[in-house]
């Protein structure tokens, strides 16, 4: 019972390129999520949605946009990748109420050559 | 600054120890979870916590909310529990209920 599924589980790509990065939820969650994770910095906020065509900023928006069409799909985008941006990408979902857990997604692990 | 520190960062044990995993945060918070992450990047949520305590199978967390601090414990380890374990919380309302997520306590357990 898949609940949150990413476009891709490897990407390789190179300098310079543009990257997208899915993200499908079938759970009719309000909040989607987008991190990415690096040894020893542990999970880090992308950005985030609260409701279709919503968007706000985390802690490491810079090289990055979103994109939130429809509701159970929040897209990451990378306009013009580069090598720091080499990283384990998870997106993640939950409920609009504060009380509900997070069901992330498998992962992307993306490399910038 | 780090809302959620996690101690200790590694952590090994041999099968069969009762394991200790310590988190202390810094904002107000709603809610506060473990999560635990395999080898090949999955996470699932363990335990979803507010107050008190909660019990599933052999793991056990805690939550002390006036000292901001919460324990997972794991009795009778065993090999498969090799895993790193996160430790994240929701903030309160006023900080747009984001959720904060510490570096992660890398636990193997030896046969």
């Known amino acids: 019972d898949v609940k949150v599924t990413q476009s891709s589980r490897y990407l390789v790509k190179r300098t310079g390129e543009k990257v997208f990065l899915e993200c499908v939820q079938d759970?009719?969650?309000?909040?989607m999520f987008w991190y990415r994770q690096d040894p020893g910095l542990g999970l880090r906020l992308i950005y985030f949605?609260?409701?279709?065509?919503?968007?706000e900023k985390g802690d490491i928006p810079e090289g990055y946009s979103v994109s939130r069409e429809k509701k159970e799909r929040f897209s990451l985008i990378l306009e013009s990748a580069s090598t720091n941006q080499t990283s384990m990408y998870l997106c993640?979902?939950?409920?609009?109420?504060?009380?509900?857990?997070?069901?992330f997604g498998p992962g992307t692990r993306l490399t910038v050559l | 600054k780090n809302e959620v520190e996690q101690s200790p960062q590694n952590l090994t044990a041999q099968e069969g120890e009762f394991i200790t995993i310590n988190c202390s945060y810094s904002?107000?918070?709603?809610?506060l979870h473990w999560l635990q992450q395999h080898p090949g990047g999955g996470i699932v949520s363990l335990f979803m916590?507010?107050?008190g305590k909660k019990k599933h199978g052999r793991l056990i967390a805690t939550i002390n909310i006036q000292e901001k601090h919460s324990s997972l414990h794991i009795t009778a380890s065993h090999p498969r529990d090799s895993a790193v374990y996160i430790c994240?919380?929701?903030?309160?309302?006023?900080?747009?209920?984001?959720?904060?997520f510490g570096t992660g306590t890398s636990l193997t357990v030896i046969p």
């Open positions: 993640a979902s939950t409920h609009r109420s504060s009380y509900n857990e997070q069901f």
């Open positions: 759970m009719d969650h309000e909040n």
């Open positions: 949605s609260y409701d279709v065509k919503m968007k």
């Open positions: 904002v107000g918070i709603s809610a």
């Open positions: 916590l507010s107050s």
């Open positions: 994240a919380v929701r903030g309160r309302w006023y900080t747009g209920n984001q959720f904060y």
